[in-house]
């Protein structure tokens, strides 16, 4: 059954390569992945930040585009596409190689599960959870004596690199060694996953106090929420926009969660039960809590509900389709979970193509000129984050147009009185560059006498 699922993932795979090259613009041009590619072009390198070195895998691919000299609508496009590649590679790893055709459905659940803002707002969680599957495929029923020292090392260097792709992750790490522990007569070598623990714990501690960054100690603020919103932790925002998103698009959390709780009750598997349970509630309250208005924007709360698709589907994958002995009925139901995933990320297209064709109107009025928009004087709905614009206008409009655009969004144009006299410079967050230090081949300004207007202006 697992065999046969497993290469039908390869159809689904492919339906998302051709969306990921279809709806490139909507991926790349949005916010930090504008400004990651921007400064990968500028600096012909890598663009890291908040020490994320696990970024390297997927900047690889517009960096070697750039050294062949490709144009920018192709970086866009390896850009977008690298990120469903490498998805796939994990998913051949443990398929094809490590023959964990169980673990290789769970990485393809975790792409269409509820996936639907995250298709297209890209981010590193996925991306260290994909490769946290990949270890756990490694050491899935594998004793720590009968390992080699290069699989010791392999295991030790993929660790580190979670640990440095997103903090979140940990929240999976403890899930799948949890899970493991209590598997029984299949489960991997408990020294190996102590041992799995404990140095994920050392390397983790050691970026705590040596690589601590404010970015991820702002990140961790909403753990106050704990005492500002308590008691009413169940009347939260929060908790009631995810029970709407289960009717509408979540609509397989609560599906697989009842699945998996009748499967334990079932076999009076108490100590499972209470471990699944406790692990999707609990972690669903953690979000929620730490996340409890409409402040937050639901492409960015998606992100972090993501390890709740591993939470589901491990225990769905490898026990209960198992246990229902109807190979057809399993293997129908994980097709239908895959094909309904794809119809939304491609519904979903709708809110950031009209994003995109937002960005294309502002051009066409303002593209001719560097200027400074207020926020009130356009959709902040569509444009959902100002702090992004410049890179985002920069390459839509060398990428369509074919000529550099100097067009800012900010909540207070006014502190940019400054970039009136910024002419021959382009001013983008944080940073200030002179028409000299950019690559002309991808921004290739003609205008080097104008500075920015204030709009409107006094």
Partial sequence: MYKKLYFVGFAIYAVLFVFSLQFAKERILFIDMASNLFYIIVNNGFAISHYRFGDMVSQSFPLLGIKLGLQLSSLINLYSACYIVYSLAAYIVCGSILKRYDLALVVLLQNVLFSSDTFYVLSQLPQSITLLLVVCAMVEGRQLASMGWFAKVAIAVLLVTIVFFHPVSIFVMLFCVGYFMLEGKQAPDRRLLVGIVVFYFAVLLFKFLALRTPYESHSMSGLKNFVTQFPDYITLYSNRHFLQNCLTKYYWIPIIFVLVAVH????????????????????????????????TPQFYIENIYLPLSVFLSVPFVLEVLPAWGNKQLAMGLVALISVTGLVRIYATHTLYTARLNAYRDVLHQYGERKVVLDTRSVDMGLIMMAWGTPYEFLLLSECELNRPASIIIDEHPRRLEWARGADATLVVNWNVFPYKDLPRRYFNFADTVSGYAIVPDR
């Avoid at 100590?271 to 609990?282: R, Y």
Wanted: with cysteine; hydrophobic share 45%.
């Fill in 264 to 295: 334990y009750i079932r076999r009076h598997e108490k100590k499972k039960l209470w471990f699944f349970v406790l692990s999707v509630i609990g972690y669903l309250g953690l979000v929620d809590i730490c996340y409890p208005t409409d402040a």
